[in-house]
């Protein structure tokens, strides 16, 4: 049972776009809710927290929404660049664990 | 701050040999998590520490796995013996706070192979 999806697997839009990742969870009792970004060989870089009292966060072009009720998280990228191509992780984290999805791969196109 | 330092980056090692990861946490955090993460099952927590006590480890694959926190800055993760199924990427994290409701900050992780 995959407890946290991500939509779309991969997506690859041109330079400029405005777009979209989505995040959907079974868990309603979850604490907080966490966007990361991870590049090939690399670890997770936290984007952006989102505790779950709170409906959305931002920080620059980026802004991150929670619907507990749906169990919907979204990502948006404003004026997307070629900088940033990368995988993107959401999780949440509830009493009991701490579960990741399998994550979108963006790729700006130039 | 260097940040969550992870040694060593790679390591290959063959199967039935004892395999020991390294995590430094930032300065100042007090809460420790370690993942692994491969192509089939993603990332997946294996165990989580705060203020240098193991509070959940039901992610623990089997007995092989084992976990320490010597002091509140230092953390190792150990295989014994190794095999093959066990070859992943290894991050560990940290963070301030009780943990699971606080901003995590992953190391760079440790690439095993187990041939």
């Known amino acids: 049972k995959q407890e946290v999806t991500q939509i779309p697997a991969a997506l690859s839009v041109p330079e400029g776009e405005n777009l979209v990742l989505n995040c959907s969870f079974t868990d309603s009792a979850i604490y907080n809710l966490q966007w990361f970004r991870q590049d090939p060989g690399k670890g997770l870089t936290s984007l952006l927290l989102i505790q779950s009292s709170q409906r959305e966060q931002t920080s620059g072009r980026l802004n991150a929404s929670l619907d507990k009720s749906s169990g919907r998280s979204t990502l948006y990228i404003a004026a997307s660049q070629p900088g940033d191509s990368a995988t993107y992780l959401c999780?949440?984290?509830?009493?009991?664990?701490?579960?990741f999805g399998s994550g979108t791969r963006l790729s700006i196109r130039p | 701050d260097a940040g969550v330092i992870q040694s060593p980056r790679h390591e290959v090692t063959e199967m039935g040999q004892e395999v020991t990861l390294r995590c430094k946490l930032i300065?100042?955090?007090?809460?420790l998590f370690w993942y692994r993460q491969t192509m089939m099952r993603g990332l997946e927590l294996l165990i989580y520490?705060?203020?240098?006590?193991?509070i959940d480890d039901s992610g623990m694959p089997e007995d092989r796995f084992s976990a320490k926190m010597p002091n509140a800055s230092f953390s190792t993760l150990k295989i014994q013996p190794s095999e093959p199924r066990d070859s992943a990427v290894y991050f560990c994290?940290?963070?301030w706070g009780t943990g699971r409701g606080t901003e995590a900050f992953f190391g760079q992780g440790t690439r095993l192979t187990v041939v």
């Open positions: 300065s100042g955090h007090n809460s």
């Open positions: 999780s949440y984290s509830s009493a009991s664990k701490i579960i």
């Open positions: 520490f705060n203020n240098n006590v193991p």
């Open positions: 994290a940290s963070s």
